[in-house]
């Protein structure tokens, strides 16, 4: 337990002693986490800091826009915005294998972030957003798929490679710690009650094969879904909500017309810590309002499903 404003006072002194003059860097995801630590970090040593954010191609739609809006613009942080889709998606062409498409991001991610965090050769820490629920993780035993997670979240086998110190000021805090932190940081409610978004992005919600014409598709998809929930107030009941696409083609009618188009699931889960999870019950109303702004709004997706499988049997994500 322990007083908002002096932890804030006393988080920023620890920062300032460790680091002193010194600059650092930090991989911004526009995830809640790294997100709390730029503004922690902006406030206690401003010019210092220097975001790296990676646009890997598969993220949700006006991503990197919000981050540089937040950041760079209202807040006066150093961002480096880079757009590396053209890199990911020639990486991945041809590749359906889940697995492999997650070490090919995790691989391309870290490549993209060394480059780029070289160019910066003043750094000498590496600031990363670790929580203490994951510094409990990688200190049992876990699943490699847990690990890899972390690892990739968290850019792991950076630090040694780039000779950069560890600079973790969340290390401490449980994940309802850290929104508060955020919200005292002055950071908006809707940024820090974010759903979780997994490292390889709408690369796992995209069924085999990633193409940018499938990526464009469901960021559309997933953008009016995720309107819809946070119009209705439903956003903040679900834990984590999001469009899958399943690169099929489905026969419709449309006007006097017949369409052959793409396909795309929608799924909503409820969950305490997302080892299990249960569907979300909707509103019909609400679903049939996001399906009818899908099929009406985007050209290219003529089908609409909602996912009723808990976890067990399936995993939140569909691959
Ligand atoms: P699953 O699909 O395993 O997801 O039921 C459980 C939670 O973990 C997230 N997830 C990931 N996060 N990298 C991440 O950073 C990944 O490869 C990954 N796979 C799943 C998922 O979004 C859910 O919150």
Request: proline residues 4%; charged residues 25%; aromatic residues 8%.
């Amino acid at each position: 337990d322990w007083n908002m404003p002096d932890y804030i006072e006393e988080a920023i002194a620890k920062v300032q002693a460790q680091v002193g003059s010194d600059e650092v860097i930090l991989g911004l995801s526009g995830g809640v986490d790294s997100s709390v630590v730029a503004a922690l970090l902006h406030k206690a040593i401003g010019t210092q800091l220097t975001c790296v954010f990676v646009d890997t191609g598969l993220l949700r739609l006006n991503e990197g826009q919000m981050v540089m809006d937040m950041f760079a613009r209202n807040l006066g942080v150093k961002v480096v915005h880079v757009d590396a889709t053209d890199r990911f998606m020639a990486k991945l062409a041809g590749v359906s294998d889940p697995e492999r498409k997650r070490k090919i991001i995790g691989g391309e991610f870290v490549a993209v972030f060394q480059e780029e965090s070289a160019k910066l050769k003043n750094a000498k820490w590496l600031a990363q957003g670790t929580i203490y629920p994951d510094v409990i993780e990688s200190a049992g035993a876990k699943t490699k798929k847990a690990h890899a997670i972390k690892s990739h979240h968290n850019v792991g086998g950076l630090p040694e490679d780039m000779h950069l110190q560890l600079l973790e000021p969340l290390r401490e805090l449980f994940k309802d710690e850290v929104r508060e932190l955020g919200i005292a940081l002055g950071l908006p409610h809707e940024m820090v009650y974010r759903h979780p978004f997994p490292g390889p992005g709408l690369g796992v919600r995209i069924l085999g094969e990633i193409k940018k014409e499938y990526a464009d598709l469901l960021r559309q998809a997933d953008h009016i879904f995720i309107e819809e929930l946070r119009a209705s107030g439903w956003y903040d009941k679900v834990s984590q909500a999001f469009a899958v696409f399943l690169p099929v083609k489905a026969v419709g009618v449309m006007g006097d017309g017949r369409t052959y188009d793409y396909v795309v699931a929608l799924r909503a889960v409820q969950t305490q810590d997302f080892m299990t999870a249960h569907w979300a019950e909707l509103p019909y109303a609400l679903l049939a309002k996001v399906s009818n702004r899908i099929i009406n709004e985007i050209r290219g997706i003529n089908r609409v499903t909602y996912d009723i499988t808990g976890k067990p049997p399936g995993t939140i994500e569909w691959e």
